[in-house]
C-alpha cells in the first residue's frame, strides 16, 4: 500500500532542522531553570537554606592551601591528553578506511610475546595516548595522597551534600556564589572533581582496557562477568562526560576571575597578573599544534619505533 507524501513543510526536513530545534528547546529549558531558581531564591525558605548553606563545605583543619607546582604541570598534561585522547577515539569510531596500520614485533623498542595483531594506526595513537594518561593519572594519584592535597578534593563531611545543591541554585539563578579556589573549592566543585578523579577516570581506563587487546581472550568467567558490550555501552559516554566536564570547566575559569583562576592553575600563585594567562595561551598552542600534527604523516615515524607500519 503506497504511502501518503508528508505534509510536513520541506524545510523541516534540512539537516539544520534537527539540531536547530534541539537548540532552541534546550535554550527554553535553561530559561524556565533560570526562572524556577530565581523563584525558589525569593523565598524565605530557600533564602536560609542558601544562608545556612553558602557553597564551601568544611575542610579538615590541615588541609593545604594554595595550588602546588606540581598540580600546574598536571592539569597542563591532562589538558593535553584529553584533547588528543578525544581527537584519536573519535577517529577510531566513525573512521572506515584508515590511512595506516601497526603491528607490534620484536624489533622495536618495544618487544612482546605473542602472536602480533594489526590495528589501525588511529588506534595504536589512541591506546598510546591512553597509556601515557594513566601513567599520567598515576604520578598524580601518588602526588595526591603524598602532600595531602587530597583533602581539598575528597568530601569528609556530609555537609558537602546541602552545600552543593546551594550551590547548583546560586549558579541556576546566575547571581554565582562567591569562589576562592586558592582556599577551598565550592562543594559542587569538589564533588565534580571526585567524581572525574575517583570514578569518571578509573571508569574510562577500565572499559577501555576491555575493549583493548591487553584484555584476556581465554578467560570465561572473567569475560561473562564483564562482556565487552558493557564496557563499549559505557566508554563513548564518559567520554562524552569528560567533554563536557571540559566545557563547562572552561566557561566557569573565563566568568568567574579569569586572570585569577588561569595563575591558580598555571602559574601557582594567587594574584591577578598576566603572567597565567600567558602560560595557558602557551598550553592552547601546544594542543592545538600537537592536534593538527596527529596525522599519519608525522604518526607513521614515531610508530614505526614500537612496531611495523603499513598502509593496509
Keep these: ?9 520541506a524545510w523541516t526536513r534540512a539537516p539544520w532542522f534537527k539540531p536547530a530545534a534541539i537548540a532552541v528547546g534546550a535554550i527554553i529549558v ?60 573519535l577517529q577510531v569510531r566513525f573512521t572506515t578506511r584508515p590511512e595506516g ?18 590495528i589501525s594506526l588511529n588506534l595504536w595513537f589512541h591506546l598510546t ?27 569528609t563531611g556530609w555537609d558537602v551534600f546541602p552545600h552543593a545543591v546551594s550551590v547548583v541554585i546560586q549558579y541556576a539563578s546566575l547571581d554565582w556564589p562567591l569562589e576562592n579556589g586558592w582556599v577551598n573549592y565550592n562543594a559542587l566543585q569538589l564533588l565534580t572533581y571526585f567524581l572525574t578523579v575517583f ?12 575493549m583493548s587487546n591487553a584484555w584476556p581472550a581465554k578467560a570465561p568467567r572473567l569475560n561473562k562477568a564483564y562482556p565487552i558490550e558493557a564496557a563499549r555501552a559505557m566508554h563513548f559516554p564518559i567520554a562524552i562526560y569528560f567533554v563536557a566536564f571540559v ?35 602557551a598550553a592552547i598552542v601546544v594542543i592545538v599544534a600537537a592536534w593538527f600534527l596527529a596525522r599519519p604523516l608525522f604518526l607513521r615515524p614515531v610508530a614505526s619505533l614500537m612496531g611495523t607500519v603499513t598502509r593496509n
Design 199 to 210: 570514578i569518571a577516570a578509573p571508569l574510562a581506563i577500565l572499559t577501555g582496557l576491555r
Design 129 to 155: 595516548l591512553d597509556a601515557l594518561w594513566v601513567l599520567n593519572g598515576l604520578i598524580y594519584w601518588i602526588l595526591l595522597f603524598s602532600t595531602g592535597e587530597w583533602k581539598r578534593i575528597v568530601p
Design 1 to 9: 500500500m503506497p504511502t501518503s507524501p508528508s505534509t510536513a513543510p
Design 30 to 89: 535553561l530559561g524556565l531553570f533560570v526562572l524556577l531558581a530565581r523563584w525558589l531564591r525569593s523565598t524565605e525558605a530557600v533564602s536560609h537554606f542558601i544562608a545556612t548553606y553558602p557553597g564551601h563545605a568544611t575542610l579538615p583543619a590541615d588541609a593545604p592551601v594554595g595550588i602546588p607546582g606540581w598540580l600546574n604541570w598536571q592539569h597542563f598534561f591532562n589538558m593535553f591528553f584529553i584533547a588528543l585522547i578525544v581527537r584519536s577515539g
Design 247 to 281: 566545557v563547562v570547566h572552561v566557561f566557569l575559569v573565563l566568568t568567574t576571575g579569569a586572570l585569577r583562576n588561569l595563575n591558580h592553575m598555571f602559574a601557582s600563585n594567587d594574584g591577578e597578573g598576566w603572567w597565567g594567562f600567558g602560560l595557558f595561551a
Design 101 to 118: 596500520y601497526w603491528k607490534r614485533n620484536n624489533k622495536g623498542l618495544v618487544k612482546t610475546k605473542g602472536q602480533p595483531k594489526k
